[in-house]
């Protein structure tokens, strides 16, 4: 089966601080994608890899980053977390030819 | 720009009560349509991928269809445990290869028992 594993499901952080979501896959997918969701907004794309070490910015990169140091891993990094991050990210991965994205259960962030 | 808009934005029916979904898209040139499921709290689960005008997919009470402009997820005699938003993503064609959807917001779908 098919498993996109994100290692936190509900973290609580206070404003300032630098939080890790970390992400892996197991079906050797090159494609990996970090989305946050917020009601009313739906799925929003923040950042995604192609490939090791590679990364391209989505639609709303700001306060965020990424590391892609191996191919499973995929880790979504907020600098210093601010109370307008709280929301629901969710990790994704496709093979390269991108016919098919999966996703991981999703992690709860509460910024206070 | 591509754009993806999904109606209606909730629904309710009655169990048994069959009904579609609708995803409207405006893409550059589809490479592929995915539709997916999300459960309240969770990550959206895959359902179908849809390639080319035509194309159907069925799985259990759900089936999938697509035309050049919309896709429509057809809902037969639905069950409350089928209640779930329903997502619907458009792959466009780029050349040099883009693998990044874009999404609609979903239907809201509920089921009375």
């Known amino acids: 089966d098919v498993k996109v594993t994100q290692s936190s499901r509900y973290l609580v952080k206070r404003t300032g601080e630098k939080v890790f979501l970390e992400c892996v896959q197991d079906m050797d997918h090159e494609n990996m994608f970090w989305y946050r969701q917020d009601p009313g907004l739906g799925l929003r794309l923040i950042y995604f890899?192609?490939?090791?070490?590679?990364?391209e910015k989505g639609d709303i990169p700001e306060g965020y980053s990424v590391s892609r140091e191996k191919k499973e891993r995929f880790s979504l990094i907020l600098e210093s977390a601010s109370t307008n991050q709280t929301s629901m990210y969710l990790c994704?991965?496709?093979?390269?030819?991108?016919?098919?994205?999966?996703f991981g259960e999703g992690s709860w962030l509460t910024v206070v | 720009e591509d754009q993806v808009t999904q109606s209606p934005e909730a629904l309710r029916l009655q169990e048994g009560e069959s009904s579609s979904l609708n995803c409207s898209y405006t893409v550059s040139g589809l490479r592929g349509l995915f539709w997916y499921r999300q459960d309240p709290g969770k990550g959206p689960e895959f359902l179908f991928t849809l390639y080319s005008a035509g194309e159907e997919k069925e799985k259990e009470r759900l089936k999938a269809t697509l035309t050049k402009k919309e896709s429509f997820l057809h809902i037969t005699a639905p069950k409350p445990e089928d209640s779930a938003t329903y997502l619907c993503a458009v792959r466009p064609f780029v050349s040099g290869g883009s693998y990044i959807p874009t999404f609609g917001r979903g239907t809201s779908l509920i089921v009375h028992p």
């Open positions: 994704a991965s496709s093979p390269r030819t991108g016919n098919t994205i999966y």
């Open positions: 890899s192609y490939d090791v070490k590679m990364k």
